[in-house]
C-alpha cells in the first residue's frame, strides 16, 4: 500500500485541475472515468492482432501505450468526481454509491481487457480478478457493518492503478526490444509481464483481504 498512504498529497496534485470541471456535475464526471476504462478494454482487445486480422502485430502493439494513457485518465477522473462532489458542497451517500460501483466496473473492464488481450494466461487473469474483488468488498463491507472504511492493506487500487499504468509501457518496451512478450520461463511456462503483474495483484490482493477482514473482525469485536 504504497500510494494509498499518499492519498493527502495526491489530492493536493490534483486540486489545480479541478477547477475546470466544478461546473459539470460529479455523476457525470464518475460517467467519464468509466468511459475511459471502457476505452482501454477496447484498446487491450484490439492489441491482440487474432481479434483483429486486418491489424498487423507490429502496429497493434502500440496500443498498450494507449492503454496507459486511459487508464491514467480513468484514476485522474475517478479523483476529480470526489474533489468537485466535496468542492462544490454535493458529496452524497447515492454518489459514493455511485462511485464504488464504478470504481468495480473500470476494474472489470481494465482486468478484463488484460485476460483476454492474449499477453496473459486466462487462469491467472482469474486469479488477479478474486483478488482484486475481494480486496474492494473487505474494504467497503468494513463500512457497511459500521466499522470505518478500510483503505490499508499491501495493495491499494492506488497502487494498483499505478502498475496498470506502467506495465503496458513495460511490456511495449519489452516487445519492441526483446522480440516478443515472454519475460521468463517457470516450469516451461512462459510469463509476460502482464502475468508477473496479474499473480501480483492475486497474491496480494488476497492478501490485502485478509488483513482488512482481521482488521473488520477486531473492530467488530470492539463494538461488541
Keep these: 500500500m504504497v500510494l494509498d498512504g499518499q492519498r493527502d498529497r495526491g489530492t493536493a496534485m490534483v486540486k489545480p485541475l479541478v477547477k475546470p470541471f466544478l461546473k459539470i456535475e460529479p455523476n457525470t464526471i464518475s460517467v467519464i472515468a468509466i468511459i475511459f476504462a471502457i476505452l482501454s478494454f477496447i484498446t487491450l482487445y484490439m492489441g491482440d492482432p487474432g481479434n483483429f486480422l486486418y491489424y498487423s ?117 519489452h516487445i519492441q526490444y526483446f522480440d516478443g512478450p515472454a519475460l521468463v520461463s517457470v516450469f516451461n511456462i512462459d510469463l509476460t509481464l502482464f502475468d508477473i503483474m496479474m499473480i501480483w495483484f492475486g497474491i496480494a490482493g488476497n492478501l490485502t483481504a485478509i488483513q482488512r477482514g482481521i482488521r473488520t473482525w477486531q473492530g467488530l469485536s470492539e463494538k461488541d
Design 57 to 173: 502485430e507490429d502496429w497493434s502493439i502500440y496500443l498498450l501505450l494507449v492503454t496507459s494513457l486511459f487508464v491514467i485518465l480513468n484514476g485522474l477522473f475517478d479523483m476529480i468526481d470526489g474533489l468537485v462532489a466535496k468542492m462544490t458542497g454535493k458529496a452524497s451517500v447515492k454518489g459514493d454509491f455511485i462511485d464504488h460501483v464504478f470504481d468495480r466496473y473500470a476494474d472489470i473492464f481494465i482486468l478484463g481487457g488484460i485476460i483476454i488481450s492474449g499477453y496473459t494466461n486466462f487462469y491467472i487473469g482469474l486469479f488477479a480478478l478474486v483478488g482484486v474483488f475481494m480486496t474492494s468488498y473487505m474494504g467497503t463491507q468494513a463500512q457497511a457493518l459500521g466499522v470505518k472504511r478500510d483503505y490499508g492493506g499491501i495493495l491499494g487500487r492506488a497502487d494498483r492503478l499505478a502498475m496498470l499504468f506502467l506495465f503496458p509501457i513495460f511490456l511495449f518496451i
